[in-house]
């Protein structure tokens, strides 16, 4: 009996210190290449189109010769670095797999500076994760929501 008591105490014992010790937080960081990402996604319902272009360090939206700056939300985009390729869940959980020359469609909301002003300011409320590379800030931006099929 006094063996199952110290069994007892010392499984008390270890529980006790281990119960203080915090989980492993070594998870690597995400590796978004070329991506601009903000926290979360873009509630607005107007919608875009053209053709993805990934070029460089930038992830850009290509329609009738101007380009636009693509901002996605955080917790549905990724990059797959091997493929080159943006890795998009839709609203309706389905993963999308974009590649350069793509056609694409998004809902979302945009920005330009013809419209707008200096797309810095708008830039200043967004809660980024990763900022765009400064060679990719095009005179017009379009924070991703949704995917919508190209027409």
Same mark, same amino acid.
């Given at each position: 009996?006094?063996?199952?008591?110290?069994?007892? &105490?010392?499984?008390?014992?270890?529980?006790?210190?281990?119960?203080?010790?915090?989980?492993?937080?070594?998870?690597?960081?995400?590796?978004?290449?070329?991506? &601009?990402?903000?926290?979360?996604?873009?509630?607005?319902?107007?919608?875009?189109?053209?053709?993805?272009?990934?070029?460089?360090?930038?992830?850009?939206?290509?329609?009738?010769?101007?380009?636009?700056?693509?901002?996605?939300?955080?917790?549905?985009?990724?990059?797959?670095?091997?493929?080159?390729?943006?890795?998009?869940?839709?609203?309706?959980?389905?993963?999308?797999?974009?590649?350069?020359?793509?056609?694409?469609?998004?809902?979302?909301?945009?920005?330009?500076? &013809?419209?707008g002003g200096p797309l810095e300011d708008r830039f200043a409320?967004?809660?980024?994760?990763?900022?765009?590379?400064?060679?990719?800030?095009?005179?017009?931006?379009?924070?991703?929501?949704?995917?919508?099929?190209?027409?």
């Amino acid at each position: 009996m006094h063996f199952l008591r110290q069994a007892i &105490a010392i499984g008390a014992l270890v529980s006790a210190c281990t119960a203080n010790v915090a989980p492993s937080t070594t998870t690597p960081p995400v590796d978004w290449g070329p991506l &601009a990402v903000q926290a979360s996604g873009n509630g607005e319902k107007a919608r875009t189109q053209g053709t993805l272009r990934i070029d460089g360090d930038c992830v850009l939206l290509e329609r009738g010769g101007e380009r636009t700056l693509l901002v996605w939300p955080a917790s549905q985009v990724s990059w797959d670095p091997g493929r080159e390729t943006v890795m998009f869940v839709d609203r309706h959980g389905r993963l999308r797999q974009l590649t350069n020359g793509m056609p694409v469609g998004f809902g979302g909301g945009g920005a330009s500076e &013809a419209e707008g002003g200096p797309l810095e300011d708008r830039f200043a409320s967004v809660d980024w994760v990763k900022r765009p590379d400064p060679e990719c800030v095009a005179p017009s931006v379009w924070f991703v929501g949704t995917w919508s099929n190209p027409t």
